[in-house]
């Protein structure tokens, strides 16, 4: 039996793959290849991570597919230099301020271009079989001792120990990308055992082993990730010490740890991300690691409203709902201006993320002032959009940053983003068709709140209203149409990028509260026309 499981075994390392991939490194039929034998029967041979994306990058190129589903904005800058990277098989730096979706541009090459492996079920270091050298696999298998001079992690003691229990028949798994995606937040508790790991005192309490014997070791973040991509956020943070271990991992590709010579290979792809103020101030990165991050990829902050916009839609977590693409507008304005203002601190920067919590928020608060108490879908409008301040963060430069100081210059900002949105929509409206408003105006009122819907048969409603205004019934039915069309053309945006757009579809159900939500709209672009036509006085449009 030895001798067979050795003449299989070199048999398997030294002969060609027997099958089609589909992936790099992944066979065609790889759910029906689920033990040790299976794989040795194939000759299964690994594919070394950086490789897998190369490979996998390049067939995507060929095939004109999405190559990074979900990254919107990036596709003129980012995304050329990640390409460039990728196939240069480097690791790689992201600098970029807070929200600029650099640890998503990690998760996502992790999940779209990492092939799934096949690993020994169970492993926590995302180990494979032919991790081992023919001759270590042979000796598990036939249960012996395997004399190491110098002790070197191939794979686990658990897994290790799972060959010797069922041999041939040791049960694998198919691990994706996602799943071998690691990602560590830089904080000064961490420690160098915590990525490289450590001898462990437990382990050789309870198994009576030697310090210097493989099974003593306990592996740390970096062979967690192993045949996968390690990310570690925000790096400067990192002190020297930790730093110099990682580079140790980046420069030889492996790692002796504490006094005991015990070596391993991560095998990994390595990420790392950095604020630019951290980036850039001296001795933050030590300059050998500094120098072994080959690419260092500038990212940065949405450069369109109709990007930002797309992030939005497709970052928040919103129960079923409907989003009007002028609430969207309205919202990414306002991000967007304190982006660009002297006001906020731009050092710190204004994460995407402020929109997209800024979007929940509205959602929660049509729920509570309408959607729950009348039993209708959610639909925010105009009115709802002051109670975004308590998810609005950013830092104040030029005031005090008070929160009475923030909340003034917020109230500014979503002033102006409801003026830009609201004249957006009446743009190229006849004059005449405003003076035939402000006379309709004149002796009368119309009464805006968050609990009054745009159709209600026992209470005031909008549509009530309106039929005392004929030409502002007019005006909102063109803008309206406008609407509509804009919300059509953003819905086909989103399939280019994968998003879904559960929320942004018009059905007959939204219509009433979506013409309410029009009808604030345009009642506030009348208070900034030139000339003026209404003012709004307590709940209340007037004529000016």
């Known amino acids: 039996m030895a001798q067979e499981f050795a003449n299989f075994v070199n048999r398997s390392y030294d002969s060609k793959p027997k099958y089609s991939e589909i992936m790099a490194g992944l066979p065609e ?3 029906q290849i689920k033990t040790l034998r299976d794989l040795l029967e194939i000759n299964y041979k690994i594919v070394d991570a950086k490789e897998q994306l190369r490979r996998n990058l390049i067939s995507k190129i060929k095939a004109k597919s999405v190559k990074y589903p979900g990254l919107v904005g990036f596709d003129n800058d980012v995304v050329p230099a990640l390409d460039r990277a990728i196939l240069s098989c480097h690791d790689i730096i992201l600098v970029g301020q807070i929200g600029q979706a650099k640890t998503r541009i990690a998760q996502t090459i992790a999940d779209t271009l990492l092939s799934p492996m096949p690993i020994i079920r169970g492993s926590i270091t995302n180990d494979c079989p032919m991790d081992l050298p023919p001759r270590d696999l042979i000796l598990l298998l036939e249960d012996k001792d395997n004399p190491m001079i110098v002790p070197k992690f ?3 003691s658990e897994s290790m120990e799972k060959i010797r229990n069922n041999k041939l028949d040791t049960p694998i798994e198919w691990v994706d990308g996602k799943n071998r995606f690691k990602y560590v937040l830089a904080t000064p508790d961490i420690s160098v055992k915590d990525l490289v790991g450590q001898i462990d005192a437990i382990k050789i309490a309870r198994n009576g082993t030697e310090m210097y014997e493989i099974e003593s070791y306990s592996p740390g973040q970096l062979m967690q990730a192993k045949h996968g991509l390690f990310c570690i956020d925000e790096l400067p943070v990192l002190d020297t010490r930790k730093q110099v271990a990682l580079l140790s991992v980046l420069q030889e590709g492996r790692f002796t740890t504490g006094a005991y010579p015990v070596i391993f290979e991560p095998k990994t792809i390595f990420f790392a991300t950095a604020n630019p103020i951290d980036y850039t101030h001296s001795g933050k990165i030590i300059e050998p690691l500094y120098d072994r991050l080959k690419s260092h990829i500038q990212t940065h902050y949405p450069r369109s409203v109709k990007e930002e916009m797309l992030i939005i839609i497709q970052e928040a977590k919103i129960p079923r709902s409907f989003i ?5 507008k309205i919202l990414t304005r306002i991000v967007q201006t ?11 920067g204004v994460s995407v993320r402020m929109g997209i919590h800024c979007l929940e928020l509205l959602v929660g608060e049509a729920e509570r002032t309408r959607s729950i108490t009348y039993d209708i879908l959610a639909l925010p409008r105009p009115c709802d959009v002051f109670s975004i301040e308590q998810s609005v963060k950013f830092e104040l430069s030029e005031l005090d940053d008070t929160p009475t100081n923030r909340s003034k210059v917020l109230k500014n900002f979503i002033s102006n983003s ?3 949105t609201s004249l957006e929509y009446l743009q190229d409206v006849d004059p005449s068709i ?7 105006f004149l002796g009368k009122s119309f009464q805006v709140s968050q609990t009054i819907l745009g159709s209600n048969d026992v209470l005031i409603s909008y549509e009530t209203q309106l039929k005392n205004f004929s030409s502002l019934l007019n005006l909102v039915t063109r803008v309206y149409s406008r609407v509509t069309s804009d919300q059509e053309l953003f819905v086909k945006e989103t ?5 879904s757009a559960d929320n942004l579809i018009i059905s007959e159900s939204v219509q009433s509260e979506l013409k309410a939500g029009i009808v604030e709209l345009v009642l506030d672009g009348l208070c900034f026309v030139e000339p003026k036509i209404l003012d709004r006085k307590e709940g209340e449009y007037v004529a000016n």
Do not use: C, H, W
């Not at 009007?324 to 969207?328: E, N, S, T």
């Open 29 to 31: 039929d790889y759910k």
């Open 154 to 156: 191939y794979v686990d």
């Open 418 to 420: 409801i003026k830009d």
């Open 434 to 440: 405003f003076d035939l408003i402000k006379n309709e």
């Open 338 to 348: 304190a982006r660009s203002s002297n006001e906020i601190n731009q050092d710190k």
């Open 495 to 499: 399939e280019k990028y994968g998003i």
């Open 324 to 328: 009007p693409i002028f609430m969207l």
